[in-house]
């Protein structure tokens, strides 16, 4: 049979399954409470942590592995890279499907706990009034995970022009007479500019949406991919090559290039953008894991998906509108707004009388 390699990290003082703390920095056992650096944690498992799991059953686009901690059967699809046995719990590092292209260049460790997404979960009531009462009850949530997405992150140099026209417009009156006049200008900015690290969702299974308003990363804090930071977290692996995205980024690039250089265009009445002449080219690409809470929300028989930057702590997702309070809400405000205005009619009235 055909066979793969799996990493499990064990913890070097009980050899219980240990993971890595993103509130520590550091990877935590939660039995014996030993706590190791990536470089202790890797000099400890460099040889106890490589498992060769033979290969169960190869079907479809599913793979299952046996679980070297309690042999139960652990079934992955192609894109997973790092999964968990349901029966003891143990993480499951696929180590070859990390390897030769897509093996990622650099990670963003996770910074945040589950507990932040749940709190974050429970605060979606805060300044949303038209909101279904229960729908933020922690019950509702079928399934916290905490997920490595693959992003591929582009640095681009943007080149070229934009135009626009300017329109002056001022106002004189001489005796009864007023006039206007309006000159107009052909305006022209350019230059050159670089852009670093513009992510973009390197899988097809999550939402581009919500990973775009994730962001930003603070990429200051991304480190060289070891294997060890995915112990104790789900992660993916791409299935978008770069070159298949790069017209979407230089897209957003060159997008911000030009409302840079419109904001620059000033001293006139009126602007409009007539020509955009902006040339993206890539200067480099790397493929990138940064961590993502994704936060499984059934709430009357229809599933809402949220999720957090498992650095920033950036949470967002559609909430759904309580139908009932939306109606009220809204005779509350039309009847606020008749009120007001009849009472401004009466004293319009009132004093012209």
């Given at each position: 049979?055909?066979?793969?390699?799996?990493?499990?990290?064990?913890?070097?003082?009980?050899?219980?399954?240990?993971?890595?703390?993103?509130?520590?920095?550091?990877?935590?056992?939660?039995?014996?409470g030993s706590q190791?650096?990536?470089?202790?944690?890797?000099?400890?498992?460099?040889?106890?942590?490589?498992?060769?799991?033979?290969?169960?059953?190869?079907?479809?686009?599913?793979?299952?592995?046996?679980?070297?901690?309690?042999?139960?059967?652990?079934?992955?699809?192609?894109?997973?890279?790092?999964?968990?046995?349901?029966?003891?719990?143990?993480?499951?590092?696929?180590?070859?499907?990390?390897?030769?292209?897509?093996?990622?260049?650099?990670?963003?460790?996770?910074?945040?706990?589950?507990?932040?997404?749940?709190?974050?979960?429970?605060?979606?009531?805060?300044?949303?009034?038209?909101?279904?009462?229960?729908?933020?009850?922690?019950?509702?949530?079928?399934?916290?995970?905490?997920?490595?997405?693959?992003?591929?992150?582009?640095?681009?140099?943007?080149?070229?022009?934009?135009?626009?026209?300017?329109?002056?417009?001022?106002?004189?009156?001489?005796?009864?007479?007023?006039?206007?006049?309006?000159?107009?200008?052909?305006?022209?900015?350019?230059?050159?500019?670089?852009?670093?690290?513009?992510?973009?969702?390197?899988?097809?299974?999550?939402?581009?949406?919500?990973?775009?308003?994730?962001?930003?990363?603070?990429?200051?804090?991304?480190?060289?991919?070891?294997?060890?930071?995915?112990?104790?977290?789900?992660?993916?692996?791409?299935?978008?090559?770069?070159?298949?995205?790069?017209?979407?980024?230089?897209?957003?690039?060159?997008?911000?290039?030009?409302?840079?250089?419109?904001?620059?265009?000033?001293?006139?009445?009126?602007?409009?953008?007539?020509?955009?002449?902006?040339?993206?080219?890539?200067?480099?690409?790397?493929?990138?894991?940064?961590?993502?809470?994704?936060?499984?929300v059934k709430y009357?028989?229809?599933?809402?998906?949220?999720?957090?930057?498992?650095?920033?702590?950036?949470?967002?997702?559609?909430?759904?509108?309580?139908?009932?309070?939306?109606?009220?809400?809204?005779?509350?405000?039309?009847?606020?707004?008749?009120?007001?205005?009849?009472?401004?009619?009466?004293?319009i009235y009132k004093?012209?009388?």
């Amino acid at each position: 049979m055909a066979k793969e390699e799996a990493l499990e990290y064990k913890c070097p003082s009980c050899c219980a399954t240990i993971a890595f703390n993103p509130k520590l920095g550091k990877w935590k056992c939660d039995y014996c409470g030993s706590q190791f650096t990536l470089e202790e944690i890797n000099q400890k498992n460099k040889k106890s942590s490589i498992k060769t799991e033979e290969i169960i059953d190869n079907y479809n686009d599913y793979i299952s592995y046996k679980c070297e901690s309690c042999g139960a059967e652990i079934v992955a699809d192609n894109e997973t890279v790092a999964t968990f046995c349901i029966y003891c719990g143990n993480t499951a590092i696929l180590k070859n499907k990390l390897s030769g292209k897509f093996t990622p260049h650099k990670i963003i460790p996770f910074k945040t706990e589950k507990e932040v997404a749940l709190k974050a979960f429970k605060n979606l009531s805060k300044g949303r009034p038209l909101m279904p009462k229960d729908f933020n009850n922690p019950s509702n949530i079928e399934k916290i995970r905490g997920i490595y997405i693959p992003f591929w992150l582009y640095d681009l140099n943007i080149n070229g022009n934009i135009e626009a026209l300017g329109k002056q417009v001022t106002h004189w009156t001489v005796g009864a007479t007023h006039y206007t006049k309006t000159s107009k200008y052909n305006v022209i900015r350019g230059g050159k500019m670089d852009f670093y690290n513009i992510p973009i969702d390197g899988s097809t299974r999550f939402d581009n949406d919500i990973m775009n308003t994730l962001e930003p990363f603070n990429y200051d804090e991304m480190t060289s991919y070891n294997h060890a930071f995915l112990s104790g977290f789900y992660a993916e692996k791409y299935d978008t090559e770069g070159e298949n995205l790069f017209n979407e980024v230089s897209e957003r690039a060159i997008k911000s290039a030009e409302n840079l250089l419109f904001e620059d265009i000033s001293g006139y009445t009126s602007k409009t953008l007539t020509k955009n002449s902006l040339q993206a080219k890539e200067i480099k690409k790397e493929y990138a894991l940064l961590p993502v809470w994704m936060v499984n929300v059934k709430y009357k028989d229809k599933m809402h998906i949220f999720a957090m930057n498992g650095q920033t702590g950036k949470f967002i997702g559609n909430i759904p509108l309580d139908k009932t309070k939306t109606v009220i809400y809204s005779l509350v405000i039309f009847i606020i707004t008749l009120l007001i205005s009849i009472l401004v009619s009466y004293l319009i009235y009132k004093n012209g009388g």
